[in-house]
């Protein structure tokens, strides 16, 4: 194994900080918990699959895998294939697996937004709902199957929640998703199709760098899926990295040899993924202690996340606003925030108005501060003019403007734009927020994120 020293981690949490991460993993591999055992998934699912179909697998050297049940139950008589993806569901549903703790660990570094998951359960999607919002259904969840191309509601920047998309098919009664090689053979001769592909997902995977974790990946899968996702001569000269975590993949000598010789932009890391999600995480919680970027560890400016409220104030109060950023953030809402305290620049400039045009609310933080003369031309009076022109074209009673005053400062007072004043302020004496507050912005946010989804 090659040594991971501080730039790999350095580079891998940048390039997570920028928003240029998809996260590829497979659940077959990870350990989970039954019973007060062990097991790894796809182990666990094809064992209780034998058993209720009566099959034997006493032969078989190494864990038992679905394809071992699979290809014993199809040699009996008058066996139909359709009918293992119901039994399948059922032993799956029967069995209640709680997420494994890589994929908790993996759904706590929050800024990975678009997940690929090559498994058909959902414990991908359970762990970062119970991560990111508390338990409840909040997710996006897209599937793909060759009968139904379904694909991204947006291109990868304009997501507007934690997306996970089952690109072999998601688990159900019809036999619409992957649970042995030939399935995965026939969605692999789908993906082919131009008009079946989903094209913005494969945008994201060829134009980002590519996190793959635990994925059961062959020499011919590997190879195959790298090139369909990069859309290119694996050997071309490319700007994006693949980080191939798993330790089959490190012990495959034919694999490392190609991706050696031919894609120099590959590289695989053989740790086991549990180990590396656990790092993972322990170091993004160490540059965000408080899960907001901050200015001495992120980017200087976020990156625009649909529908995230967007948080404007005076430098001089950032500290005592960042606790209002935190509160939010811990109850599963998205936030703008910015802590660069840069002198401007036209990148940043058009990134905090990116930021701005993507929002569902936008809190100006009110104080002496806001009120100093001095203060009349700096930066937040940019956010604040052009919050009350996005204001002006929505309808009189939308909800976007949330005004907080966080010292004496008189609430509907003060030197504001006119819309803040038509709207309901709230008062956050010395920055602390209150049930009331988190209750009132939760609210809006969930009522302008569901009409979105909707939509």
């Known amino acids: 194994m090659e040594e991971l020293d501080e730039f790999f981690w350095s580079d891998l949490l940048d390039y997570i900080d920028e928003g240029r991460v998809v996260a590829v993993t497979d659940n077959g591999l990870l350990p989970v918990s039954q019973d007060g055992q062990i097991f790894g998934f796809d182990a666990l699912v094809a ?64 800024r990975l937004d678009l997940f690929v998951t090559l498994s058909f359960d959902g414990l991908l999607t359970r762990a970062i709902d119970v991560i990111r919002h508390g338990g409840e259904a909040r997710t996006s969840v897209v599937t793909f199957s060759p009968n139904r191309a379904d694909d991204l509601p947006g291109p990868r920047d304009r ?90 993949a490190d012990r495959d000598p034919g694999l490392k040899a190609f991706l050696a010789d031919f894609s120099p932009a590959t590289r695989v890391v053989a740790l086991d993924p549990t180990v590396f999600c656990a790092e993972l ?30 948080i404007s104030y005076s430098s001089q109060d950032a500290a005592a606003v960042h606790g209002i950023a935190q509160a939010l953030d811990a109850a599963g809402i998205d936030v703008w925030f910015d802590r660069s305290q840069l002198q401007g620049g036209d990148d940043w400039e058009r990134q905090i108005r990116r930021g701005l045009e993507a929002s569902s609310l936008f809190i100006p933080v009110i104080s002496r501060a806001t009120q100093d003369p001095a203060r009349r031309r700096d930066f937040f009076w940019r956010e604040w003019m052009a919050a009350d022109d996005r204001a ?17 400062t008189p609430a509907y007072g003060g030197t504001v734009p006119d819309r803040f004043r038509r709207a309901q302020w709230m008062t956050l004496p010395g920055a602390q927020t209150t049930d009331a507050f988190i209750s009132h912005v939760r609210g809006l946010y969930r009522q302008i994120s569901s009409r979105s989804c909707r939509s």
């Open 392 to 408: 002006a074209g929505m309808a009189p009673d939308e909800p976007f403007l949330v005004p907080v005053v966080i010292d004496d």
């Open 159 to 248: 997501l507007n929640a934690p997306t996970v998309f089952h690109l072999l098919g998601r688990q159900s009664s019809a036999p619409e998703w992957v649970i042995c090689d030939e399935d995965r053979l026939e969605f692999l001769h789908a993906l082919q199709d131009d008009a079946r592909r989903p094209k913005l997902l494969f945008d994201a995977l060829r134009d980002d760098h590519l996190l793959l974790l635990g994925c059961r990946l062959p020499d011919w899968l590997a190879r195959f899926f790298l090139r369909a996702a990069k859309n290119e001569r694996l050997s071309a000269r490319r700007e994006t990295v693949e980080y191939l975590v798993d330790p089959q």
């Open 47 to 110: 064992t209780r699959l034998a058993e209720r179909l009566r099959i034997g697998l006493s032969e078989i050297d190494g864990p038992p895998r679905l394809d071992d049940v699979v290809s014993r139950y199809l040699l009996q008589p008058r066996a139909r294939k359709e009918d293992l993806y119901v039994r399948t569901s059922q032993v799956v549903r029967d069995l209640a697996i709680e997420p494994p703790q890589a994929l908790l660990d993996l759904a706590a570094v929050r």
């Open 281 to 310: 995480r322990s170091r993004w919680e160490q540059r965000h202690p408080a899960g907001v970027a901050s200015a001495a560890s992120a980017p200087a400016v976020q990156r625009a996340v649909d529908g995230a409220v967007f």
